[in-house]
């Protein structure tokens, strides 16, 4: 049997990197996805992909930052396979500047997608998974959210809100058996890092990183997936870090 086998479960910004391998990973193990993302095409590919290897799974062009797009999204995954079960708030921007270059537009923009986004995930999802007798929100903030970085102070302040507002969901909801847990990568090569890391910064943040490589999505996928699986019905309110051991200095 598989590890999410009966399960239903939302993953934003699954068009590639990290929410992708968390889809492919999710349909292999059994779950029906449902997988948003603002890049219409290259959703729609992916869902594609998994249908064609024996998964199921829909696609759906998302803005997170929208009320409007979440009740739809929601709706059509209720519609579509009966309830909803696992919520995966991956999708997410950086913005690399400093508090004194930022442009209040652009701080905005990094709280609407990486922090907003996931409010009104929860909002519109939680009581899907109440009328299911429980589920499991997973918020993917960051090695940001943990630890000070320079350069990413809007990326990080977002990033440490989520980590809070993860702590508190998963106290209101408790009774519920809604579980809500947040998850914190190390530096992971996706194409969020690729268009801002050139390689001599890949290679200075490798060597900041105890074990010799940065991350792949897939590293990152595992992890989501056992948050998402009953394997990790007794954990809520919980930090999960990998990140290579960048935190452990």
């Not at 690399?96 to 909002?123: A, F, H, S």
């Not at 209101?172 to 996706?190: C, D, F, L, M, W």
Request: some cysteine.
């Amino acid at each position: 049997m598989g590890r999410m086998d009966g399960k239903v479960a939302i993953i934003t910004g699954a068009a590639n990197g990290q929410g992708a391998a968390e889809a492919v990973l999710f349909a292999k193990e059994g779950g029906k996805v449902v997988a948003t993302d603002i890049q219409e095409e290259a959703v729609q590919q992916l869902v594609d992909d998994i249908n064609a290897d024996g998964g199921e799974a829909i696609a759906i062009t998302h803005n997170v930052a929208s009320e409007k797009e979440w009740r739809r999204v929601v709706a059509k995954a209720a519609e579509t396979f009966g309830k909803v079960d696992v919520l995966v708030n991956n999708a997410g921007v950086s913005e690399p500047k400093t508090l004194l270059n930022i442009t209040m537009e652009q701080w905005q923009r990094v709280m609407d997608i990486n922090l907003t986004g996931c409010v009104l995930g929860m909002k519109y999802t939680i009581p899907e998974m109440q009328k299911a007798g429980g589920g499991s929100v997973i918020n993917i903030s960051s090695i940001g959210g943990l630890v000070g970085m320079a350069g990413t102070s809007p990326y990080t302040a977002a990033k440490g809100a989520l980590r809070s507002l993860s702590k508190a969901a998963a106290v209101e909801y408790a009774k519920q058996n809604v579980r809500v847990n947040s998850v914190h990568p190390g530096i992971i090569v996706t194409p969020m890092i690729e268009e801002h890391f050139d390689d001599q910064a890949k290679q200075y943040y490798t060597s900041l990183t105890q074990l010799p490589r940065l991350g792949k999505p897939e590293d990152i996928a595992y992890g989501v997936l056992y948050l998402a699986s009953d394997e990790s019905s007794f954990m809520t309110g919980s930090e999960m870090v990998i990140d290579g051991g960048w935190t452990a200095l």
